[in-house]
């Protein structure tokens, strides 16, 4: 596979240290973004007698440049398609803009809200074992710091499936001294780095949670479900929780739950993180969550994410089979007539279920997406914080992978 040039939309700088609420709803609104250009709707039918590595060309290749013409062009990224007959893991673009080295399966990306999909599963293979259940409140596994900051609690069924009423994001999180004022310090590109208990205990206290919460996604829900696996594991951080509870499980060797756990030798995978704040092109860094990594701070890598879409649409047998059945059955409501399992959003259409997820930062984008009847998947990993043409992407992907 060679670069080619296209665009790939990109959105503007985000408040949000790495998360993306549902599709076309950003977690805080973007500064001026550029238009995106139109992406042929198309492009699978036409496509579709080719093979898998042809198919993905067709749709990717125009997608990514190393120097890119526009704003709306995204420099680099990786797909990842798994199907009963063919695999597939390939770059395109670069890992740099203006550089020659095309990402592969080893590069690092952060795949922001992707994260919550591994704290649905964590959640969901911790109810397979009996350790608590979905309508356990979240407030009985939490240490005393956190469980008395709120008299009453949701259940871990409503954190992870943004049924507990909490915000998008702590209203103090830039504020975190209470002034009125936004902090000094604070990076636009990653506002909730250093984001303690302490800091989020103060936010829960001023939160009034109300009965039968209608859907309202939430990176504090989604942060409190992961803290309070932590908890109630002992354990001191979510990189610690993901390893235990997912990633030792599938095998995973690059992927970590928090950037301080990257070690120093692996930093130079990561794709370098772009962002767009509507007139300009700037440099990115993987975004912090603080305490609600759990949320969105994941930096994996594409053969880690084709072992994880093999364990969910059933091409490979793994110890957490019934956690994934679990997590993948209805268990809410969702956005846009979707329902909602442990962070997973799942679509029905014309006899067709789908499960997806995306994730955006301040500097990256990506999405999955995938089917068990058939059992074909798609993680679509870039360099870039746009994110709507990343879903459209990943979606004609895995149409074309399931083309005849």
Known sequence: ????????????????????????????????????????????????????????????GPAFAATPASLVQ?????????????ELVSGWGATELGGTRVPDSTTLFQ????????????????????????????????????????SSWPSMAALVTHHAGLPTFPSNLVD?????????????????????????????????PLPDEPYRYSNVGAGLAGLAVQDHLGLAGHDEVLQRVVADDLGLEDTWGEVAAIPEAERERLATGYAVDGTARATGIPGEMGVLASAGEIVTSGRDMRRVLRALVGLEPT?????????????????????????????????????????NTSSYAAYLIWSTSPPVGVALLTNCGGFMRVVDLAAALHDAAQAP
């Open 319 to 359: 110890p957490l089979a019934g956690a994934i059945a679990r997590a993948t059955t209805p268990l809410a409501d969702g956005p846009e007539g979707r329902a909602m399992g442990y962070a997973v959003e799942i679509e029905e259409s014309a006899g067709r279920v789908r499960y997806r997820k995306g994730g």
């Open 111 to 150: 795949i922001g809200s992707l994260t919550k999909v591994f704290t649905g599963l964590g959640v969901a293979r911790l109810v397979e074992e009996g350790a608590f259940t979905a309508d356990t409140p979240a407030g009985d596994l939490l240490a005393a710091d956190l469980r008395e900051a709120a």
């Open 176 to 208: 975190r001294d209470g002034d009125g004022v936004r902090d000094p310090g604070i990076d636009p590109r990653s506002p909730a780095a250093g984001y303690g208990r302490v800091e989020l205990r103060a936010a829960l206290a001023a939160w009034s």
């Open 1 to 60: 596979m060679v670069p080619r040039t296209s665009s790939v939309l990109g959105l503007a700088f985000l408040a949000s240290a790495s998360c993306q609420g549902p599709e076309g709803t950003p977690d805080a609104p973007p500064l001026d973004a550029p238009t995106s250009e139109p992406w042929p709707a198309d492009v699978a039918a036409r496509d579709g007698g080719l093979e898998l590595a042809a198919r993905a060309d067709a749709i990717l």
């Open 74 to 86: 995204c420099v680099g990224g990786v797909a990842v398609v798994v199907t009963p007959t063919e």
